[in-house]
């Protein structure tokens, strides 16, 4: 059973709009959440990471919001261009180590 | 610095083989894991270890084991291979694995049960 629940499983935008993302979870325990990027062929790459503490968290044209209460996070791709096309994976860790990730988001960015 | 490393990229066995996926980081990083990603289900713990000589399960262990006898390397051995283990490995590290320290991953090996 997954612990973070991630959607949609696909998604395309056409370039310069925005891709949204979603995750929801259930362990309160968790106390930080990372977004990967994974490229066809290649190992996922750490994106961004939120801590719970903080509501929003923005690197570039990629944006964390996170909401506590809802125990739910996103990921907002700004102006997509088409090197955004990917994979992308939110997670969920607790400090025992252990990663939980969601089942994954593939974008496509039409030109 | 090759970050972290992994051999064979591509492997086929037949059912009943037994293997060895092989990991090594020159990051000198204490935390390392191997998960695999199979279509659907994102990525999803197979082992993990905090240091030379300290290994633990994650979510997925039954069918594969580990050892860490150095702090590089992080060999994952399939002792009787299934089709069930088709998938995408990914071994990966990081400095430390409590709290905010950015996992690495390696570039995957494709292995094909038959």
């Known amino acids: 059973q997954q612990q973070v629940k991630q959607s949609p499983q696909s998604l395309i935008v056409q370039k310069g709009g925005i891709s949204i993302i979603n995750c929801a979870y259930e362990?309160?325990?968790?106390?930080?959440f990372p977004w990967y990027q994974q490229f066809p062929g290649k190992g996922p790459a750490l994106l961004i990471a939120?801590?719970?503490?903080?509501s929003e968290k923005k690197e570039g044209r990629f944006t964390i919001s996170f909401n506590k209460s809802a125990k739910q996070f996103s990921l907002h791709i700004m102006d997509s261009q088409p090197g955004d096309s990917a994979t992308y994976f939110c997670?969920?860790?607790?400090?025992?180590?252990?990663?939980?990730f969601g089942a994954g988001t593939t974008v496509t960015v039409r030109a | 610095n090759a970050g972290v490393t992994q051999t064979p990229k591509f492997q086929v066995l037949k059912t009943g083989q037994s293997m060895t996926l092989q990991c090594a980081q020159d990051?000198?990083?204490?935390?390392m894991s191997w998960y695999r990603q199979d279509p659907g289900m994102g990525l999803r713990l197979i082992h993990y270890?905090?240091?030379?000589?300290?290994?633990d399960q994650g979510e997925v262990p039954n069918g594969y084991n580990v050892s860490r006898s150095t702090t590089e390397d992080f060999p994952l051995r399939l002792l009787s291979a299934a089709p069930s283990q088709t998938s995408v490995y990914f071994c990966?590290?990081?400095?430390?694995?409590?709290?905010?320290?950015?996992?690495?991953f390696g570039p995957g090996t494709r292995l094909t049960v038959l």
């Open positions: 270890s905090v240091g030379a000589g300290i290994t």
């Open positions: 990051m000198n990083h204490e935390y």
């Open positions: 997670a969920a860790k607790r400090g025992d180590y252990k990663l939980s």
């Open positions: 939120i801590r719970p503490d903080v």
């Open positions: 362990n309160t325990a968790f106390d930080y």
């Open positions: 990966a590290s990081s400095y430390s694995g409590l709290f905010y320290n950015e996992q690495f």
